[in-house]
């Protein structure tokens, strides 16, 4: 289990490291079975550059953003633990071949909107991206950026929320429901019994990364995807992926 003082989804992902074979610092020719974060380390870390280098095939020279990668990555996730992030598993287990099918379908049928790299401005606050569900599957929209640096801060253990930049989105549905993103319960509870409490839906001004999930989508129709963002926006713009 990892926490951040502010409480934040952490760690972001988990990998397998239980009983891989990789190539061993023993000879070019040798190979060694391994555990622990001497496994897990390097099999996320390969796994998101082999989805680079699959971006990079898909659409000709161009290079992934690396909050896309990382949107990617939680988006095609397997939750583990309790539903929705938990400070055991962050957003659940890599799945480096779900995140290579989402990047591949988006460049087969890019009018499907699988991917949407956009931005906000003072001047442009909402986005929105809408679809029609196909009546079958769950609905989940995974929001990621990369946030500008906060101050630097010498306080122990602080509670106050570091995100520069609060951007938020939400799932509206056909029937008018908003629906909102995962949120840890215990933001501002702080008590021990809540930190393995199970994640609830709300507005989220800890993370820079937002997910909303509907299971069981209570309605057909075209739903809609809105990013917008509260307060001010440092730099005077914030680029998204989603």
């Given amino acids: 289990t990892r926490r951040s003082s502010d ?41 998101a550059q082999q989805l680079v280098h699959w971006f990079h095939i898909l659409f ?14 939680i988006h095609t996730a397997d939750d583990k633990g309790t539903a929705g992030p938990d400070y055991q598993y962050g957003w659940g287990l890599l799945n480096g071949k779900a ?45 990621c950026w990369t946030d500008p640096a906060g101050a630097a801060t010498t306080a122990h253990d602080s509670r106050t929320p570091r995100l520069v930049n609060n951007l938020d989105l939400r799932l509206l549905g056909p029937d008018g429901a908003v629906h909102q993103p995962w949120v840890m319960p215990f933001v501002g509870d702080w008590s021990a019994a809540a930190f393995g409490a199970a994640a609830t839906f709300g507005s989220n001004t800890t993370d820079n990364v937002e997910q909303v999930l509907l299971a069981a989508p209570p309605a057909f129709g075209v739903y809609t995807a809105r990013v917008t963002f509260a307060g001010t926006l440092a730099n005077g713009e914030q680029p998204f992926s989603l």
């Fill in 99 to 143: 995140a290579a099918d989402l990047l591949a379908a988006y460049r087969t049928n890019a009018g499907t909107r699988r991917v949407v790299e956009d931005r906000l401005t003072a001047s442009r606050s909402s986005r929105d991206v809408a679809f029609t569900w196909d009546g079958v599957s769950p609905i989940r929209a995974t929001l």
């Fill in 7 to 47: 409480l934040r989804v952490k760690p972001d992902l988990v990998a397998n490291g239980y009983y891989l074979k990789s190539a061993s610092y023993a000879g070019d020719d040798q190979y060694s079975t391994m555990y622990g974060t001497s496994m897990a380390t390097p099999n996320a870390a390969g796994t």
């Fill in 60 to 73: 000709t020279n161009q290079t992934l953003r690396a909050a896309t990668l990382k949107a990617a990555l």
